[in-house]
């Protein structure tokens, strides 16, 4: 399995930003798909999961702000992120939940 994000980037604080993850080697329409991220000295964690069915969660700091979607067809997860903040700042990472890969980031910049 293999899991490519892109679309990270600087943006001021109150941007927006849409991150992509593409996946290969996998059935993707069968996946729980997951955005993490991490800050510099932080641990890794949850941003936001899209379930077979669709059905979504997010970590309380996004609530509102993020909106995680999926295309079955393109096997890709998205991530679009608005109002972003100066705490937003971080490696973003996709995650498929049944090989538990993880893509290689992609670095998100909100300055303020």
């Known amino acids: 399995v293999q899991l490519v994000e892109s679309g990270g980037g600087l943006v001021q604080a109150g941007g927006s930003l849409k991150l992509s993850c593409a996946a290969s080697?996998?059935?993707?329409?069968?996946?729980?798909m997951s955005w993490y991220r991490q800050a510099p000295g932080k641990q890794r964690e949850l941003v936001a999961r899209?379930?077979?069915?669709?059905?979504?969660n997010y970590a309380d700091s996004v609530k509102g702000r993020f909106t995680i979607s999926r295309d079955n067809a393109k096997k890709t997860v998205y991530l679009q992120m608005s109002s972003l903040k100066p705490e937003d700042t971080a490696v973003y990472y996709c995650?498929?939940?049944?090989?538990?890969?993880w893509g290689q980031g992609t670095q998100v910049t909100v300055s303020s």
């Open positions: 995650n498929e939940n049944i090989s538990g890969a």
């Open positions: 080697g996998t059935i993707f329409s069968w996946n729980t």
């Open positions: 899209i379930a077979i069915g669709g059905s979504t």
